[in-house]
C-alpha cells in the first residue's frame, strides 16, 4: 500500500509539472548550425559582445583592470558554446526548410556581403545607440529640478 501512495504521489507531482520542451533532433540541430555558421553568428556575437565592453567597463570602474582582457578572450574562446545554446532555439523556433532556406540566402551573394559587414554593422550601430542614450540621458538629467 505505500508502494502506492509513493507512486500516487509521484504521478500527482509529475503532472503537476510543466512539460518541458523536448530537445529537437540531430538533423533540426544540424540545419540551424548550418544557418548560424552561414550567417556569421559567432562574428556578429563577438563584435557585439566587444562593442559593449567599454560601456560596461566605465560602468563597473571597481572591476580590476586586467580582468577584462581575460573576459574578452573567454568570449572568443567559448563563442562555440553560446552557438550551441542559441542552436537549439533557432531549432525550436524554425522548421527545417526555414533554416535551409536562411543558409541559402547567407550563402547567396546579398547574404554575404550582409554577413561580411555585419560585425562593423554591430559595432557601429552600437556606438551609434551609445551616443543617443548619452544624449538622452543628459536631456533628462538637465531637465531634473536642482
Partial sequence: M???KTWGLLAAIASATPA??????AAHLAAAHRAL??????????????ANLPAQ???MPQVPAEFWPRFEAQ???????????I???????????????????????VGKRLRDLQPEL??????IGQRWG???GAAVGSALPQ
Avoid: H, W
Avoid at 555558421?37 to 566587444?50: E, F, K, N
Fill in 122 to 127: 554591430v559595432t557601429e550601430s552600437s556606438q
Fill in 87 to 109: 542552436a537549439v532555439l533557432y531549432a525550436r523556433k524554425f522548421s527545417v526548410a526555414e533554416l535551409d532556406a536562411m543558409t541559402a540566402f547567407y550563402n547567396s551573394v
Fill in 37 to 50: 555558421d552561414a550567417s556569421g553568428t559567432i562574428a556578429t556575437m563577438i563584435a557585439a559582445m566587444r
Fill in 75 to 85: 568570449i572568443i574562446r567559448r563563442a562555440p558554446e553560446l552557438v550551441d545554446s
Fill in 134 to 136: 548619452a544624449r538622452i
Fill in 20 to 25: 518541458v520542451a523536448q530537445a529537437p533532433d
Fill in 2 to 4: 505505500r508502494g502506492l
Fill in 57 to 59: 567597463r566605465a560602468a
